[in-house]
């Protein structure tokens, strides 16, 4: 396919990457990926929705091309000042905002205290664990969350990054991680999602760091809540049925939000925008245009 072009702003000191489709008279798009990910995992949707906005898709911090955080600085709020940043930079308000897992939940927090800024949301599976998980972890007190966070962390720290002997081993993983994937779909995200190491092997960009965002410190379960209440734009949630993801209607997350409706996709997993491209671009389109 014809592709975007790629560029750098800057934020916190961090030389971050995003890739532009074009377009620029067009209303704005910002297209935000999950954990682990990277931008170029929008290009199939981009591709269908460039003639009609401008599409603009970062790389968080830490993941895809964009530089690591120093400290392993991955919080909710850097996350979300790295997405205001780019927004603001890049003269994009008011936005609409599509965004997967991660990059929902940091869209969704945006959103909350920018509201002003954000036209329409489009968030798949970006509401965090079920709220059975949440409570759980909501019941531990701070001395053992943070003792949990300090051996996370030194975990972490003596982890080196994956090395796969071939672009082929490496896709055969992506493959393994999303088995609705088409061979062409896994081997576009892994070209774009590695990098090969000086000795011929090849890795992930993203930083292993980035795997635990911040469990101290970070945003709680009712803050969450309460920005989600905030937001005063139309927001369509995307779920897909085979995700570990909960559903918000059934256990009630959807109250949380002023202008909120649930589609739920059948046959997919985590990745609704890989596993039913064609219908969930018919839900999202209508969505659009409304």
Not at 190 to 208: M, P
Not at 242 to 254: Q, T, Y
Request: aromatic share 10%.
């Amino acid at each position: 396919m014809d592709g975007p072009t790629s560029h750098f702003y800057f934020s916190q000191r961090l030389r971050l990457h995003y890739v532009d489709w074009g377009n620029p008279g067009a209303p704005p798009l910002l297209m935000v990926h999950g954990g682990r990910d990277h931008c170029r995992n929008w290009d199939w949707v981009a591709d269908r929705l460039r003639d009609r906005f401008h599409i603009i898709a970062p790389d968080l911090r830490g993941h895809g091309d964009s530089a690591w955080a120093i400290g392993g600085g991955y919080n909710p709020a850097s996350y979300i000042y790295d997405i205001a940043q780019l927004i603001h930079q890049k003269g994009m308000a008011p936005v609409t905002i599509m965004a997967h897992s991660l990059g929902a939940a940091v869209t969704l927090g945006y959103s909350g205290a920018f509201s002003r800024n954000v036209k329409k949301v489009i968030a798949i599976e970006g509401l965090g664990p079920p709220p059975d998980l949440a409570a759980q972890h909501a019941a531990l007190t701070i001395e053992q969350r943070l003792r949990s966070w300090v051996r996370e962390r030194r975990e972490s720290s003596g982890r080196s990054p994956r090395k796969y002997p071939s672009i082929e081993a490496a896709c055969a993983r992506m493959a393994e991680e999303n088995p609705h994937l088409s061979p062409a779909q896994a081997l576009h995200l892994t070209i774009y999602g590695a990098h090969q190491n000086e000795d011929g092997t090849w890795s992930w960009k993203f930083d292993n760091y980035a795997r635990f965002g911040d469990g101290v410190g970070g945003l709680t379960t009712d803050e969450q809540h309460h920005l989600w209440s905030q937001i005063t734009c139309p927001v369509l949630l995307v779920r897909g049925e085979e995700s570990w993801a909960s559903d918000p209607v059934v256990d009630g997350r959807i109250q949380h939000f002023q202008n909120a409706r649930l589609v739920n996709f059948a046959g997919a997993g985590h990745w609704v925008h890989h596993d039913k491209l064609d219908q969930f671009l018919a839900e999202t389109d209508a969505f659009l245009t409304e």
